[in-house]
């Protein structure tokens, strides 16, 4: 897939591309419109020299889609009509600045709604919805073999943790499914809150992992010959000891 992202210089374009690739790591692949511009030794910004740079992004992506992987195009892209022929899955309008440094570039940028993301502020926050978003709608495969895990998560800890790195080692990836339980002593927070949290925390899984909330599961119960086993994992005791209730009662276990 292509994912375009474009605004003004100094809108903070390569900034939102590198932390994307931080979180969403070797399947993807960034392409810098200034490195690819060096490259060419092209430095024409008429309208016919961004065409050509627009051409050669486009060539680029289409070499990073061979081999299998996100293309992440990271460049002004300032018509609306190149946006268009561009033909990006997913588009992501960087619009944190309402100037650039360049003046020519601030006339000739043309600003639209036609965008699957809004980035207003230089921040990180951004960078990890967006990676939920590329992962599960790009990498994420519902009929892949995957791995489950169930539980509260209240809160979650190193054992929770541990348990996760164990299962993703068994497919590949895996849906994490938060009980809904009501609030009490025992669970003070709230399932959608925990996994808005999780989210944050687990970015770095982003297309390898479901974070869902279910209902109140207390039993599962199957027939003979389901094609999926229940499996108890077993770490060493400092992970085993690990408690939920110690750690929401002030201990310092984490």
């Given at each position: 897939?292509?994912?375009?992202?474009?605004?003004?210089?100094?809108?903070?374009?390569?900034?939102?591309?590198?932390?994307?690739?931080?979180?969403?790591?070797?399947?993807?692949?960034?392409?810098?419109?200034?490195?690819?511009?060096?490259?060419?030794?092209?430095?024409?910004?008429s309208d016919d020299g961004r065409l050509r740079q627009k051409i050669r992004m486009q060539r680029k992506c289409e070499e990073v889609e061979a081999?299998?992987?996100?293309?992440?195009?990271?460049?002004?892209?300032?018509?609306?009509?190149?946006?268009?022929?561009?033909?990006a899955d997913y588009n992501i309008f960087v619009d944190t600045i309402s100037e650039g440094r360049f003046e020519d570039t601030n006339k000739v940028?043309?600003?639209?709604?036609?965008?699957?993301?809004?980035?207003?502020?230089?921040?990180?926050?951004?960078?990890?919805?967006?990676?939920?978003?590329l992962g599960n709608a790009f990498m994420w495969k519902d009929n892949a073999p995957t791995t489950q895990m169930l539980g509260r998560y209240q809160?979650?800890?190193?054992?929770?943790?541990?348990?996760?790195?164990?299962?993703?080692?068994?497919?590949?990836?895996?849906?994490?499914?938060?009980?809904?339980?009501?609030?009490?002593?025992?669970?003070?927070?709230?399932?959608?809150?925990?996994?808005?949290?999780?989210?944050?925390?687990?970015?770095?899984?982003?297309?390898?992992?479901?974070?869902?909330?279910?209902?109140?599961?207390?039993?599962?119960?199957?027939?003979?010959?389901?094609?999926?086993?229940?499996?108890?994992?077993?770490?060493?005791?400092?992970?085993?000891?690990?408690?939920?209730?110690?750690?929401?009662?002030?201990?310092?276990?984490?």
């Amino acid at each position: 897939m292509k994912v375009l992202i474009y605004g003004l210089p100094g809108a903070g374009k390569s900034f939102l591309a590198e932390k994307l690739c931080e979180y969403l790591g070797d399947k993807v692949a960034w392409i810098n419109a200034d490195k690819v511009r060096e490259e060419a030794n092209d430095w024409d910004f008429s309208d016919d020299g961004r065409l050509r740079q627009k051409i050669r992004m486009q060539r680029k992506c289409e070499e990073v889609e061979a081999q299998g992987k996100i293309a992440l195009a990271d460049f002004v892209c300032p018509f609306k009509s190149a946006r268009k022929d561009f033909n990006a899955d997913y588009n992501i309008f960087v619009d944190t600045i309402s100037e650039g440094r360049f003046e020519d570039t601030n006339k000739v940028f043309e600003k639209d709604d036609n965008y699957d993301y809004r980035v207003k502020n230089k921040n990180d926050k951004d960078a990890k919805i967006i990676a939920w978003s590329l992962g599960n709608a790009f990498m994420w495969k519902d009929n892949a073999p995957t791995t489950q895990m169930l539980g509260r998560y209240q809160p979650w800890h190193d054992g929770h943790q541990a348990l996760l790195e164990r299962a993703m080692e068994k497919h590949g990836q895996v849906c994490l499914m938060i009980r809904n339980m009501e609030t009490d002593e025992n669970n003070p927070y709230d399932a959608h809150d925990i996994a808005q949290d999780l989210k944050f925390k687990l970015v770095h899984y982003a297309g390898r992992l479901q974070i869902r909330v279910v209902p109140n599961i207390l039993n599962i119960t199957y027939g003979r010959d389901v094609g999926y086993k229940i499996e108890q994992e077993h770490f060493d005791k400092s992970i085993e000891d690990i408690s939920a209730t110690k750690i929401r009662n002030g201990g310092k276990q984490t």
